[in-house]
């Protein structure tokens, strides 16, 4: 086996007076620890012309190493054919130059570029650009009849560049010495050396295989497993739960009046909180020495009127607590802000056109959408509303919400579970879960009680869905707590949270590698039968599914036993391997046995 180098254009600075410099190819076959029995010779070209020296060695042991180094470009020009002939039979590719020489390198670059690339025929063959030599730091003169700056360096860029065009490897040798010849050059070469061998001992592999095949039964092939089932989410409808929960008004417990208290717009002090310090301020979930912000508290004050007595959480059955706004204005606009608020306070443009066409009036327009700006706004920050970007503040209550999570402050229900309490929001709940609005507002024992007994689930994972339905996220630790979870999911018909724990299951089953997986105490199957009891379709289907792909794991667990006659049916059509290829696997093995010889898969 041997490799061909190509190696094009002189090292060496033409203006320089150290002509005896020995060439890079040279200096490395003389200095590599891995080259032996040298030889060089000068050969001409296809027209009789000696325009490059030709060496031979052995690298790596007993690889033939033939590199042909041809310093002049001439050859390109005066004998195309001798230049193709070179590119065509190499395996790497060398173009050198001096970094003092920047004639030399527009030519190689304007030239004979365009020429390798033709020569090369889109072949992948590696070309490494050498630049050679210390830059030096003369200033050329700038006189336009001079011709000294043909002596101004060539910069790295320039030298990157024309590596970018060919697709080649650049490096700068600054002196032929033992660092950048062994470890620099040296190495890079080696590297494609071993790249071009590698390259053609496969080739070589390949057509002893080919031919072989002619002559040798063939071994089976194993087809590919079925493609699993794809699950697919469901998208987010928080936003639009919490809308509907004001148009709706379940569970309100604040009511907002003007003065002469002649219309009312009813609300829920959770959501408002959650939206606004200036709410907080009002429903004493904050005092003032809380906020730091004169100017919020100067506008709740200035704005609203509660009620005394009546600003914690109300409990069933008490009517909701008064609040009069003081801004008659503002009051007529009310119900289009609280629908800008409930919708995720990102709608900024809509609710300018809103409170436009009601008022027609720019002035009190910009008076109330500056209350607004002061209700919405950070204590202690100047940004506004309208400067947000939409998806800094589309999510509002699911990081908003989180800070009611498992708090009493503002609830009116506290579920009792194992033994311990825990607290909650009517609103938050009703808006989020069909069938705990259905427990709340209809003939039930809990629509009028504030302590509500849960039973059927543990309180960590009751309070993992509670925690998602604040906030619209959830993190299972594991694939038996995504379980649970899956299971209150189904208990209170929360869709979208159920998908979520299925996905989160998949997902983990599936990072799973083959050792692991059979060695687990984690029973499939038991996951399976509760999949299939809870409604689950997509995630018992998958599973069947997951079983089948991984037959030759799952069948020698005694959970495959517990599998119905339908279920076993069904693995046994989709297993993966197949029993056909099973059996043609032992027909092969025999024949490989008999024929005494060795198998090439096996």
């Not at 327009?365 to 204590?379: A, G, M, N, R, W």
């Amino acid at each position: 086996m041997s490799v061909n180098i190509a190696a094009f254009g002189n090292e060496r600075d033409g203006f320089s007076e150290d002509n005896q410099q020995p060439s890079l190819f040279w200096s490395y076959l003389r200095r590599s620890a891995l080259i032996s029995q040298i030889d060089s010779s000068l050969s001409a070209s296809h027209v009789g012309n000696p325009v490059f020296t030709e060496y031979q060695a052995c690298v790596f042991g007993n690889v033939r190493l033939v590199v042909h180094d041809c310093p002049l470009w001439d050859i390109f020009d005066s004998d195309w054919y001798t230049s193709r002939s070179l590119i065509g039979g190499a395996d790497i590719i060398v173009i050198k130059y001096s970094v003092n020489d920047k004639t030399s390198f527009q030519d190689i670059k304007e030239s004979y570029v365009p020429m390798i690339k033709k020569a090369l025929n889109h072949c992948s063959v590696p070309v490494i650009i050498s630049a050679i030599g210390a830059r030096k730091n003369g200033v050329p003169c700038t006189c336009p009849l001079c011709t000294s700056d043909r002596r101004s360096c060539v910069t790295t860029s320039e030298g990157v560049q024309l590596a970018k065009e060919l697709g080649a490897t650049y490096l700068e040798l600054h002196t032929l010495n033992d660092f950048y010849i062994q470890k620099y050059f040296g190495d890079v070469l080696e590297y494609f050396m071993i790249q071009s061998l590698n390259q053609k001992s496969s080739e070589k592999m390949k057509k002893r295989k080919k031919t072989q095949k002619c002559h040798r039964v063939q071994p089976p092939q194993l087809e590919q497993p079925e493609k699993m089932p794809i699950l697919k989410g469901e998208a987010s409808h928080y936003d639009a739960d919490l809308h509907n929960l004001l148009c709706c008004c379940q569970c309100a417990d604040v009511a907002f009046c003007p003065e002469d208290l002649s219309t009312v717009v009813e609300a829920h002090k959770v959501i408002l909180c959650s939206a606004s310090h200036l709410f907080m301020l009002l429903f004493e979930v904050k005092s003032p020495a809380d906020i730091h912000d004169a100017s919020i508290v100067h506008m709740a004050q200035s704005l609203f009127a509660v009620e005394e007595g009546a600003t914690r959480g109300v409990p069933p059955g008490v009517p909701p607590v008064r609040v009069v706004v003081k801004d008659a204005v503002f009051c007529s606009c009310l119900p289009d802000i609280l629908r800008f608020i409930y919708s995720g306070a990102f709608q900024w443009e809509q609710l300018e056109e809103d409170i436009k066409k009601k008022l027609k009036d720019p002035e009190k327009t910009e008076h109330v959408l500056e209350k607004v700006k002061c209700i919405l706004k950070t204590p202690g920050k100047l940004n506004t509303v309208k400067d947000c970007r939409p998806h800094q503040i589309k999510r509002l209550y699911n990081t908003s919400l989180r800070l009611f999570f498992n708090t009493p402050v503002l609830a009116d229900v506290i579920f009792k579970i194992q033994g311990a309490t825990v607290p909650a929001h009517r609103a938050v709940l009703v808006a989020r879960c069909e069938v705990m609005a259905a427990m709340f507002n209809g003939n039930y024992l809990e629509a009028n009680s504030v302590l509500v007994p849960v039973y059927g689930v543990s309180k960590d994972t009751f309070l993992s869905f509670l925690e998602y339905l604040y906030t619209d996220s959830c993190c299972p630790a594991s694939i038996l707590q995504a379980m649970s979870l899956l299971i209150c999911a189904e208990m209170y018909q929360v869709m979208r949270l159920q998908h979520i724990c299925e996905l989160y299951i998949i997902t983990q089953l599936q990072s799973m590698p083959s050792r692991e997986l059979a060695s687990t105490s984690l029973s499939i199957v038991s996951l399976l039968k509760k999949a299939k009891f809870h409604n689950s379709d997509c995630l018992s289907t998958w599973l069947l599914h997951f079983i089948a792909t991984n037959y030759l794991i799952f069948s020698q667990k005694p959970e495959f036993q517990d599998l119905s006659v339908e279920e076993r049916n069904f693995v046994e059509m989709h297993r993966w391997p197949s029993h056909l290829y099973l059996k043609q696997l032992a027909d092969y093995r025999n024949y490989v046995h008999s024929q005494k010889c060795h198998c090439a898969v096996m």
